[in-house]
Structures are given as structure tokens and as C-alpha cells.
């Protein structure tokens, strides 16, 4: 009799231990559904709100008005929020703590607009200290779980189809991607000789790669705007990566301008105009026309996310930008 209780104690052990993974799995599903719960709430307070006792004059906030405030459609900000949203969750409701979706939403709206914190707490209604508090966690959130997105893996097949995408469009062979560096306004934090850049404003320089679907592959936001941008690219984990052997496939380039002149193997550059053969010219055109798809990124990002074309802070917030595009 005594033998056969060693067994059933076992067996109760395994049930407890199945019990507590089963509750633990109904309190996740629990707190997600109070994320949705609340992000409804506020998505209906904002798609149709009244003055008190006034029945005839009514607001709502379409889907397109929505996106146009915050760049982001509902659904997307939804699928967001259920994402991050357990990052920057207040334990408690009292002092009129901010839900989570008010701080979704006021943070997508300050990266939206680049306007004053003041503005954006005000669009949902916290006070401009409790809004700078809130982004900012909310900018460590996106950081921390989704810095995933933008990367450099990939099979060899999913790079052979960029290649292929790049040479039905413009006849060139083995083209994976296009990179190219822009300025991104800051704030002057030190000399300027270092962070001004030759357009004559404080900035950071942003270098970003990206593939033939408009994919940012990656990108480099940490070095003054007076560094060159083929300093800054000799200077970053994607020329490393390539001095130590990497490659998408045999033979596989990515574009760049006259700025990327014998950085090293990987990159194609466009040389200066008088130093264009007659004979090359078809070729250097197709080049210039395949690389200004990180062009026309740069633009999408710098017309989605109006913060970047204000002085920026830390240089994070571009990185996020990026993250989101």
C-alpha cells in the first residue's frame, strides 16, 4: 500500500504544475482582453464625441482621419498595443493614472506631428509633464520589444529575389539593396564643428539600407552630421559584418552614390558625373534609378513621422521611426 502513494503523489505534482500553467495562460489572455477592451473605449470616445446636452452637433473620427492623426490605422494600433502595451501598463487607477491605449496614442500622435508635448497630452487630456513621462517609456517599449524588425537575416533565396526584383525592374544583376544617408535634425549638444552638418544645422547623420520591397534592412544613427557618409558606413556592424566574410549570396551588391567611392566590395557606388564613360551611361542610369528607391523611403519616413523634420532629441527616436516604418 505504501508504494503505490509515491506514484500518485507524482501524479498530483504534474496536475498542479499543468493547473498553474493553464492559469497562467488565462491571465494572459485576460489581460489582453482588457487591452482591446480599452482600446475600444477610447477608440469610440474618439470617433464620436458630443458636447454635453447637444444632440444636433456631433464629431466622429473616421478611419482616414484616424490614420492622418496618428499614421497608423485602428487595426494596426490595435495589434501594436497588444504588442508593447504590457511595457508601459499602470499597476493602479488612482490619481486618474493613464491607460495604456492614452499612452499609445498620444505617443503615436507626438511622432506624428513633432509638435510640443503640451499638444499632444492635450489631445487626450494628461498634463505636458505626465505626457513627456508617458513617451518616453513608450519610446523604451518599442525599443526593447521590436528592435527585432529591422535585420539583416534572411536566406539566400529570399536575397536571390530582391536581386531578381531589382533586375526585372532595371537590368541589374545581383542588386540586393540601396543605402544612402540623410541628415536628421537635433538640438546642438557640443561643438560645432563636430555636430554641425555642411548644410549648416545641427545633426546626426542616419544611414539606412534598405531592399527591394521598401524594407529598411538596416540602419546607423549614432554619428555627428560633419562625418562623411562613407565614414560613417566604415564605421558601422554592416561594414564589419562584410570585412569579415558576410554576404547575401555570392556577388551581391547594393547600391549607393558617388559618397560610397571605394568603401569596400559590397557596395556599388555611382561615380561623379564627368567620371561617366559614354559608353557606361545607360548602365549608371539604371544604377541611379534602382538606388533612389532609399530615396523615396526617406521621404515616406520623413512625411509619416514629423518629428524628424523638427530638432529631435536622442537619437532613439529615429530609430523608432525606423522601426515603424
Known sequence: MDIDIIPNIDNL???????LQDLEELRQTAQNSILR?????????????????????????YDNQFYQAFGFTPTECET???????????????NYALRTPEILMMSLRYLRTGGNFWNSGFFIGP?????????????EAVNAELNDLITLAGTEE????????????????????AIDGSYIHIRNIG????????????????????????????????????LHDSNVYRNTGL???????????????????????????????HPRENQIRPY??????????????????YGELKGKFGILSRRTGPMNLSIVTCIFH
Open 13 to 19: 505534482d504534474e496536475l498542479d504544475q499543468a493547473d
Open 37 to 61: 477592451l480599452n482600446f475600444y473605449m477610447l477608440l469610440r470616445r474618439l470617433r464620436r464625441t458630443r458636447s454635453k446636452r447637444r444632440f444636433f452637433s456631433r464629431r466622429r473620427f
Open 80 to 94: 501594436l498595443l497588444i504588442r508593447i502595451g504590457h511595457r508601459f501598463q499602470r499597476r493602479t487607477k488612482t
Open 127 to 139: 498634463s505636458r509633464q505626465s505626457a513627456n513621462a508617458s513617451f518616453w517609456e513608450f519610446i
Open 158 to 177: 529570399e536575397w536571390m529575389h530582391h536581386a531578381t526584383v531589382f533586375y526585372e525592374q532595371h537590368r541589374i544583376s545581383n542588386v540586393v539593396g
Open 191 to 226: 561643438d560645432a564643428t563636430v555636430w554641425f552638418c555642411r548644410k549648416g544645422f545641427a545633426a546626426i547623420n542616419l544611414t539606412m539600407m534598405v531592399d527591394s520591397s521598401k524594407q529598411i534592412r538596416f540602419i546607423s544613427c549614432r554619428w555627428p552630421g560633419s
Open 239 to 269: 561594414a564589419q559584418m562584410v570585412r569579415d566574410g558576410w554576404e547575401p549570396f555570392p556577388g551581391a551588391v547594393i547600391l549607393g552614390d558617388s559618397a560610397y567611392q571605394g568603401v569596400d566590395r559590397f557596395v556599388l557606388p
Open 280 to 297: 557606361q551611361r545607360n548602365f549608371y542610369q539604371a544604377n541611379k534609378n534602382a538606388r533612389n528607391i532609399v530615396e523615396r523611403v
